[in-house]
């Protein structure tokens, strides 16, 4: 890390501090910030009332003035009600929407899921990208996106927007189609930092051409979209030389949520746009800090779609001790699970694609994997698809097996005989429609 950052506060905490009417100079505090977040949550608690007819019904017991502690027994929002009722959810006319993003389901029967954003919504997004990358580039530098952002409005546009106001140029690349390509252009056109899905950029730092780059020609790495394994940031961290930061956040959050700081140990939360609240996802009760939860988050300045409580299926946890930044926002460790993100076998045992990565992805060769569940003959059957950077076949398909059985479900699983492996080879991947990864169930009825 540069001395220079060691104790650099996050570029979030100034920000914040002038998005709540601080002055210029006035230090933020935990009660001001509060203060300003209960009376954003009241405010938007009477709009989504006077506007929105899904909240209408679905807040119509709770009324204004609402504290932090009673903020925890309003309903909460999910993707299913999402899903079932689209544009009641609108506060505002559909000529002012300027963006709207579908987000399509995981089965293939149920309705999409739609977010509308307004021009003032996406402009939001674009304050955030400026002051949230000013972390990790400086006035000058190229960041190479390696999102889609053909739209305006898309995820690529937002981020390239916001870097402008920073004097960084953002070049909009898309997804990684062809990595000997995206490997030349970063070398061509001397590009200082990536942003990318983990799995993409562990893609690029494994394949031989990674070698020819200039040395140091990356000097920082930023995470986005899915959730990033240990195994990934270690190996993109040792092949790049550069600080991999993570970040964290979804569509319905307005894209982005948190982003890390210097030091790189969880993230700080764009506290004055969003309320995030961590929850038992079973009871539905907040969890003090500290303990795992599901992430729940109301938003506080959105005009568009606002949405109280919602329920993001992502599992996380506010750390309590203070950042070495010195910063006041709050921490939140490194994702480390999604809800959907796991299966349970036949004895039971519960099997999380995340820990499969930590298993995985520590193989030099490994690219990308895909995980399919079926049922034959009453045994549950792992396929492992393994796209690989061309080592010999059949070792690959061995080392990925031995990872696995390191894995206590599947050992006992594999052991009971209610789980068999399928013979794993190279070539055997069909990459992923979907962006956050799983895996993938085909028993009859889920039994996750
Ligand atoms: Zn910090």
Redesign the pocket.
């Known amino acids: 890390m540069n001395k220079n950052h060691m104790n650099k ?2 570029p979030l905490e100034p920000w914040i501090g002038s998005k709540i009417g601080l002055l210029p100079g006035e230090a933020l505090t935990r009660a001001a910030l509060e203060k300003y977040q209960v009376h954003r949550l009241n405010e938007t608690v009477d709009y989504v009332k006077q506007h929105s007819p899904f909240y209408r019904r679905h807040l119509a017991d709770h009324n204004t003035p609402i504290s932090f502690e009673e903020l925890a027994g309003l309903p909460f929002t999910t993707p299913v009600d999402i899903r079932k009722n689209g544009q009641h959810f609108l506060c505002v006319s559909q000529s002012e929407i300027e963006r709207v993003v579908t987000l399509q389901s995981s089965g293939t029967t149920a309705p999409s899921k739609r977010l509308y954003f307004t021009v003032d919504d996406l402009e939001l997004t674009v304050d955030f990208f400026h002051h949230g990358m000013g972390t990790m580039v400086q006035p000058g530098q190229k960041v190479l996106i390696l999102m889609p952002g053909e739209l305006p409005g898309s995820v690529g546009d937002l981020l390239a927007r916001g870097l402008a106001r920073l004097g960084v140029e953002g070049i909009i690349h898309g997804l990684v189609k062809n990595r000997e390509e995206t490997l030349r252009e970063i070398e061509n056109r001397k590009i200082d930092c990536l942003v990318g899905l983990p799995i993409q950029l562990l893609g690029l730092a494994r394949h031989p051409s990674a070698a020819l780059l200039e040395p140091n020609r990356i000097k920082s790495i930023l995470l986005s979209a899915d959730y990033a394994p240990a195994a990934v940031v270690k190996a993109l961290t040792n092949t790049w030389n550069a600080p991999v930061f993570d970040h964290y956040g979804m569509t319905e959050m307005g894209l982005g949520g948190c982003v ?4 790189r ?2 993230y ?1 939360l764009r506290e004055a746009d969003l309320f995030i609240e961590i929850i038992d996802p079973l009871t539905g009760q907040r969890l003090p800090d500290g303990s795992v939860g599901e992430v729940v988050f109301t938003t506080l300045t959105r005009r568009g779609m606002p949405l109280i409580r919602y329920r993001t299926g992502d599992l996380a946890r506010f750390m309590a001790e203070p ?5 006041v ?1 709050r ?1 939140m460790e490194r994702m480390r699970k999604r809800i959907a993100g796991a299966a349970k076998l036949a004895n039971r045992e519960l099997l999380n694609i995340t820990e499969m990565d930590e298993a995985l992805f520590p193989l030099p060769f490994l690219l990308n994997y895909q995980a399919i569940i079926s049922s034959r003959n009453g045994h549950d059957v792992l396929t492992i698809g393994i796209e690989t950077t061309g080592a010999d076949a059949a070792e690959c398909g061995d080392h990925v097996r031995n990872s696995l059985m390191t894995l206590p479900a599947i050992r006992t699983a594999v052991a009971s005989e209610m789980l068999r492996l399928d013979p794993i080879a190279p070539g055997t991947y069909t990459p992923s429609p979907t962006i956050k990864r799983t895996i993938i169930d085909q028993r009859e009825e889920s039994q996750c």
Do not use: D, F, I, V
């Not at 890390?260 to 030091?263: D, F, Y």
């Not at 950042?323 to 910063?327: D, H, I, L, N, S």
């Open positions: 506060l996050t890390e700081c210097w030091h140990c969880g700080h950042c070495p930044c010195g910063t926002l921490r």
